[in-house]
């Protein structure tokens, strides 16, 4: 691609980029305080779901815990959204990194030892997505059943989670072998 066709395209995806920034963070609170609107109550699904009940239409086994007596305060429920915005923030950071790898683009900073830096930034946030990932959960089950008479909270791992690390680890590697082409290139260049 040619650099007069690369600014505008750069440009269009720092754009895009920018407004999946923003919209993150806004799609996540807008999920979890939809029940104010007449939405869906995800943080109360969430709380069933943790105590080991099938649904708010779901009749608790003998001797499950009572939805009584885990009650959703504000301050339990303002908790799990700033639990539930972990993984945006990574997520975020993740497109931050995408947008100033596009600007240096932009400005035909193709192969430098900043780009490479934005690329050993998005591994390392690509397997801190990985970590988010799986303690998001429970961490959101500890703060909703935290008012009640006990915690509870579940981990589980899917083949999509290790596949997430995987990438970030692959992202890595692919950072370090750049920085050590650009140092080997660098040199060559300064013995010619």
Known sequence: ?????????????EWIL??????TPLIT????WSHLFGGDDRLQDALLKALGQQGATGLASMGAPSLN????????????TLILLLPDLVFMLILWQLRQLFRGYRHAMLFTFDQIRRYRWLGLLLCASFVTEIITLPLVDIALTMQGPSLHGTISIGSSDFRLLLAGLIVSA????MWEAKQLADDQQLTV
Do not use: E
Not at 18 to 23: E, G, I, S
Not at 69 to 80: E, I, N, Q, V
């Open 1 to 13: 691609m040619t650099p007069s066709k690369l600014a505008p395209m750069s440009t269009l995806i």
């Open 18 to 23: 920018l407004f999946a920034l923003v919209a």
């Open 29 to 32: 609170v807008a999920d979890t």
């Open 69 to 80: 007596d885990y009650p959703l305060t504000l301050g339990s429920r303002l908790l799990a």
């Open 174 to 177: 692919l950072a370090l072998v």
